[in-house]
């Protein structure tokens, strides 16, 4: 049974990276001066489940794991070429890790170790990996206790509630006297739906002005302002207001979120975003201290 996906997926990303950090007309090998000494692959100690081994080379079962899941993660929208059974594992095995340890073994008796774009590389990605390790180190310090969590919670209980949502109907008129006239009717028990069918000069006329549940800041302030409000109640209309588009009548049909939840319910969403912080302001901290240390030059009349 074939590896899922493409069996040559490992080699092609290796291939594809040379060719996009290096170009083509850097990695010629072929124009390059033969290495003096040859390297041998030397012999290498890993940690784990030792499931096979390329002369000396060795392959654990942690390392098969892993980019078995790095290659599921690159599919997961394909569920049919995801590697999910032993005897697949085993041919990802065999038709990737082996064979990319062959042509390892081979780069490095070519000497091709020596190429200067692919020492370049090597450094910047130490670089990389080394930076991500002492972040990883520096974050994982930090603490959050549950007086930080508690007292977060109760500064800010106004704006973790839910957001409210309102269903709201409208009618909107270009003067002023017509929409009094209006209110007036609303006032004698008329129909707040079929007036603004009748009268109302917005697009949600047809709907009887029916807006639907809408969130606080998507309409203009005006309109907010008075939607809004904690005097108006469901089933009541508003007073008469001037908009971008006329003269605003609002009636309120329903409310619903706005409920303030609990700290039990809140406390890992709380916790997780003051780690958050509290990891990014001791980076800020420690970058802030070896800066000042260090000696950074920076050429700008360089930069073209």
């Known amino acids: 049974m074939k590896t899922p996906g493409n069996k040559f997926l490992a080699f092609l990303v290796v291939a594809v990276f040379a ?30 489940t030792l499931i096979a081994k390329v002369n000396n080379i060795p ?58 774009d692919i020492i370049s590389t090597l450094e910047k990605n130490k670089m990389d990996l080394l930076v991500v390790e002492l972040i990883r180190q520096e ?24 957001p409210e949502e309102r269903q709201v109907r409208e009618i909107v008129v270009l003067t002023e006297p017509e929409a009094k006239e209006i209110l007036i009717q609303l ?43 904690d005097t108006l109640e469901v089933g009541k209309t508003s007073n008469i207001f001037k908009g971008p588009e006329g003269y605003y009548l609002l009636k309120l049909e329903a409310k619903r979120g706005g409920k303030q939840k609990p700290l039990s319910e809140m406390w890992d969403d709380i916790k997780r975003g003051l780690t958050f912080l509290k990891q990014e302001q001791k980076i800020e901290e420690l970058l802030g201290k070896l800066s000042r240390e260090a000696k950074i ?3 700008e009349g360089e930069i073209k």
Do not use: H, W
């Open 59 to 116: 392959i654990t079962l942690e390392d098969l794991n892993q980019e078995v899941e790095v290659y599921n993660s690159m599919v997961k929208d394909k569920p049919e070429a995801k590697i999910a059974t032993r005897e697949q594992k085993i041919n990802y095995l065999k038709n990737e890790m082996v064979r990319r340890a062959l042509l390892y073994q081979q780069a490095l008796d070519r000497g091709l170790e020596r190429n200067e």
């Open 187 to 229: 006032l004698q028990g008329g129909d707040f739906a079929t007036l603004a069918k009748e009268r109302s000069k917005s697009a949600s006329a047809k709907d009887g002005g029916d807006l639907g549940f809408i969130k606080k800041g998507q309409k203009p302030e005006q309109f907010d302002a008075l939607a809004f409000s």
């Open 139 to 162: 974050a994982s310090k930090v603490e959050v206790s549950s007086k930080e969590i508690e007292d977060y919670y109760n500064t800010y209980k106004e704006q973790l509630k839910e």
């Open 297 to 299: 030059e920076i050429y």
């Open 19 to 48: 060719a996009a950090i290096f170009g083509c007309d850097k990695l010629n090998l072929a124009q390059q001066k033969k290495p003096v000494a040859v390297a041998k692959a030397q012999p290498v100690i890993r940690k784990g």
